[in-house]
Nanobody, 120 residues
Framework: QVQLVESGGGLVQPGGSLRLSCAAS????????MGWYRQASGKQRELVAR???????NYADSLKGRFPNSRDNAKNTVYLQMNSLKTEDTAVYYC??????????????WGPGTQVTLSS
């Protein structure tokens, strides 16, 4: 059984910052990519940033530079530093990881999501 647990969401004013964390736990053999997606109300889920074991990262073009993504492989944890937040960043942020377990091949796992709300 694998679990992804997110933390760090909340209410913040425009221009502020938040740091999201996501830790993977369970019967993990290896983790390849880890990252973040978000879904605003009434919109489709979209990629925010995704980082491989070696540190190579894919970003949504509109967020590049504003939301640096990092990873601690020893802790099976991925982080998203959200800077200069805008009202349009309001969304539920989901952690995603491609994990190989002892009993299954590589599978995508999702966290339950953490709400980020921008409000002045």
């Amino acid at each position: 059984q694998v679990q992804l647990v997110e933390s760090g969401g909340g209410l913040v004013q425009p221009g502020g910052s938040l740091r999201l964390s996501c830790a993977a736990s369970g019967s993990i053999f290896s983790i390849s990519a880890m990252g973040w997606y978000r879904q605003a109300s009434g919109k489709q889920r979209e990629l925010v940033a995704r980082i491989t074991t070696s540190g190579s990262t894919n970003y949504a073009d509109s967020l590049k530079g504003r939301f640096p993504n990092s990873r601690d492989n020893a802790k099976n944890t991925v982080y998203l530093q959200m800077n200069s937040l805008k009202t349009e960043d309001t969304a539920v942020y989901y952690c995603n990881a491609e994990i190989k377990t002892m009993s299954r091949g590589s599978t995508d796992y999702w966290g339950p999501g953490t709400q980020v709300t921008l409000s002045s």
